[in-house]
């Protein structure tokens, strides 16, 4: 498949191990952040979002963290899995926008 | 549910030539937005357009345009291409304007400029 990014930072972990990915943003208005998992010769594909007033939300496997005082904004995968393996980027917007600002993203690569 | 649908997946064209690629958002979601993926400069956001009209624009010369129809079907158009215009484009939907719901992306269309 096509490479979706040169040089991106890497995460390698064993089958069954927690990850976390990290990403720092930029912007202090914004008030909405998502993660995005890309496989090769896909398009972005949803994972979690966040909104400012929180700093924590769960979903299945999946957890992001928000620290607005740092602008930091981080995924944690529970007992990660070969199929886990992927780009993951972090966007965030600004209220009333639908522009995404994206991270330049994560390769996370999981080995059985 | 159908998802969001690219058309051509993959293109190549000359230095000069001009390109034009669909988007077709899910049934239902008015608000369409373009994304430009490159290993150098990763995602950047080109425009988004709701119920046929540009609400954002990103920083991309007069090159880039695009429109929307009526059916809320998408196309952006690249004019005078340089090679610097390879990459891959990817067409986002959702049901409104504004960051207030998820995004869902095409698998992009693919423009190999030579």
């Known amino acids: 498949g096509e490479s979706v990014g040169l040089h991106l930072p890497t995460l390698s972990v064993q089958e069954g191990d927690n990850s976390i990915i990290n990403c720092a943003y930029s912007?202090?208005?914004?008030?909405?952040f998502i993660w995005y998992k890309q496989e090769s010769g896909k398009g972005p594909q949803f994972i979690i979002d966040?909104?400012?007033?929180?700093d924590k939300r769960q979903g299945q496997r999946v957890t992001v963290l928000l620290n607005k005082t740092v602008k930091h904004l981080s995924l944690q995968i529970a007992a990660t899995q070969p199929g886990d393996s992927a780009v993951y980027f972090c966007a965030e917007s600004a209220s009333g926008y639908s522009t995404l600002t994206f991270g330049k993203g994560t390769m996370l690569l999981v080995s059985p | 549910k159908a998802g969001v649908t690219q058309t051509p997946r993959y293109l190549i064209k000359t230095r000069g030539q001009q390109v034009t690629l669909s988007c077709s958002p899910i049934?239902?979601?008015?608000?369409v937005s373009w994304y430009q993926q490159t290993p150098g400069q990763g995602l950047q956001f080109l425009f988004e357009y709701f119920s046929e009209t540009q609400r954002n624009k990103g920083n991309f010369p007069g090159r880039f345009s695009g429109r929307q129809f009526s059916n809320s079907r998408s196309e952006m158009n690249v004019s005078t291409l340089e090679l610097g215009d390879s990459a891959l484009y990817l067409c986002a939907s959702s049901r409104t304007s504004g960051n207030t719901g998820e995004l869902f992306f095409g698998e992009g269309s693919r423009l190999t400029v030579l």
């Open positions: 966040i909104r400012s007033n929180m």
């Open positions: 912007n202090s208005a914004s008030d909405y």
């Open positions: 049934s239902g979601h008015r608000s």
